[in-house]
């Protein structure tokens, strides 16, 4: 979504929400993987936001540069 330009809270929020979740019931997620609080950590930032908000030019950078880490 970010590739493709949708920076809306409302529209980014919920697949956040579904990639936490899905990290969360992983079964084999070793330990030190910080993934999961990176993911977190943006879902209480997007939370404490107004559905009709949008991500600025730097937060999106910034998602994209964790979400690539996170890998």
Request: hydrophobic share 40%.
């Amino acid at each position: 979504m970010l590739q493709l330009g949708i920076t809306a809270i409302d529209e980014v929020l919920p697949h956040i929400r579904d990639l936490s979740l899905a990290l969360s019931h992983y079964p084999n997620m070793p330990s030190s993987y910080t993934g999961i609080q990176t993911v977190k950590d943006w879902e209480q930032k997007m939370s404490s936001m107004a559905a009709s908000d949008n991500m600025s030019d730097d937060q999106t950078r910034q998602l994209k540069l964790d979400l690539d880490a996170a890998c």
